[in-house]
Structure formats: structure tokens, C-alpha cells
């Protein structure tokens, strides 16, 4: 049973290029989440999907950043134009979302954005 | 929002020693506190969890205490080993708002 698959495990942009980050959830899970943390710091919630629909964006920069969760295929947090201050290492999460074990949240291995 | 603060912001312990970290939150409709457990370069783990119609909860070597009144939970390690040595996160989070407010982590070094 795979756990939640993220790639690329490591990117490097030039300031202004566009990035592209993925997740498939583990098997079952119909929500994702995605996290950011900066060095040295936790954890900050960016958004919260179910197939198709934003559920929750409040933590997500309203310029430059985009996620979706499409019917088929893995969701994917974009980030255009990037600046040097998006280097940070991005989690995504998954659960089940409803019934017995909703509330539990997984972790992917992460993307590490390196801006240069 | 809610607000998840967490103390010490690092702890050394000599093994075999107990490790205690504390969090607090700020809305008292959170009812859930995942603890994750994250070494360098490695994602989070969930390693234990507790829902606010329970007051402790214990796996092996670690438990998880929670306080609704005073609006705070803690996690306890005893009989620490050098594995432990890792970033802990205390999170919350309240009944259908499945986003994790995160405390900002506790480095924990266990001397051997």
C-alpha cells in the first residue's frame, strides 16, 4: 500500500520561472492538503482539496499560486513567477475524510524548492 | 484562527531520561492534536494522536495527555533512546475544518 507520492522530490527554479509540484494521495484518501515550511520553522497550512473542488484556500498566497485536485491524475500546487522567498520544502497530506480515521493526515516526502 | 504554541523550542535529554513537550491552543472547539514526528530531510510522521472525548492516550514508550479545560496537551517519552533524537510538532485542529494548525516544533537530542 503506497503511502503519498510526491515529485519532484527536488526543484530548482530561476526567479520568474513557473513550478510545478505534485501529490497523489495513498490509496483511498479523497482529501489532499498542502503545507509549506520554511527552514527551521513548522508547518503552515496553504490549501485543503477534494476531487475537483477547493475546499479551503485561506492559507494560500492569492497572487502567483494555484492548486487543483483533477477527477483523474495527482493534484498539483503551481507556483508562477517564482521569488526567492518561495524556497521552502512543500508537503502534501492526505486522509480518508470521512468516517472512522478522517481526521488523520499523512505525509508525503515533500518537494524541496530551491529558488536561484 | 486557531493558534498552537508549543514549549521548549529544543530539549536535551540523557538516555533513558523522559522527554516532555507542551502545547497550547486557542480555540476551544479544536478537538483534535495529532503529534508528528519529523527527522532531517524526512517527512512528517503522525506517531500519535488524541481526540478531545479522551484525556490520555499511551503507545509503548510514548502517551499523550490533554487538557480541555486548560486548553493544552502534552507529549511524553520515557525510557528515551537515541532514535528519538528528532523535530516533534504538536498540531490541532477542530471538527469539519480538517486543516492542522502546527506549533512550531520541538528539536529533541537524546545524549547517549
Known amino acids: 500500500n503506497a503511502g503519498v507520492m510526491q515529485n519532484p522530490r527536488h526543484l530548482v527554479r530561476r526567479r520568474g520561472q513557473e513550478a510545478r509540484l505534485r501529490c497523489s494521495p495513498m490509496k483511498g484518501h479523497s482529501h489532499v492538503y498542502w503545507y509549506r515550511q520554511l527552514p527551521e520553522e513548522g508547518l503552515k497550512f496553504m490549501v485543503y482539496l477534494q476531487k475537483e473542488n477547493i475546499i479551503d484556500e485561506s492559507g494560500m498566497p492569492k497572487e502567483r499560486f494555484s492548486a487543483e485536485f483533477p477527477k483523474e491524475g495527482p493534484s498539483i500546487l503551481r507556483i508562477q513567477q517564482v521569488v526567492r522567498g518561495d524556497s521552502a520544502a512543500y508537503f502534501c497530506a492526505s486522509s480518508m475524510g470521512a468516517g472512522t480515521g478522517s481526521y488523520e493526515q499523512y505525509f508525503g516526502p515533500g518537494t524541496r524548492l530551491t529558488v536561484t | 484562527g486557531e493558534n498552537v504554541e508549543q514549549h521548549p523550542s529544543t530539549l536535551s535529554v540523557q538516555e533513558g531520561d523522559s522527554a516532555v513537550i507542551k502545547c497550547t491552543y486557542s480555540d476551544s472547539a479544536s478537538n483534535y492534536f495529532p503529534w508528528y514526528k519529523q527527522e532531517l530531510g524526512k517527512r512528517p510522521q503522525l506517531i500519535i494522536d488524541?481526540?478531545?472525548?479522551?484525556g490520555e492516550k499511551k503507545d509503548q514508550r510514548i502517551a499523550v495527555t490533554l487538557n480541555k479545560t486548560a486548553k493544552h496537551f502534552s507529549l511524553h517519552i520515557t525510557e528515551t533512546q537515541p532514535e528519538d533524537s528528532a523535530v516533534y510538532f504538536c498540531?490541532?485542529?477542530?471538527?469539519?475544518?480538517?486543516?492542522?494548525?502546527f506549533g512550531a516544533g520541538t528539536t529533541v537530542t537524546v545524549r547517549a
Open positions: 488524541i481526540r478531545s472525548n479522551v
Open positions: 498540531a490541532a485542529n477542530k471538527r469539519d475544518d480538517y486543516k492542522l494548525s
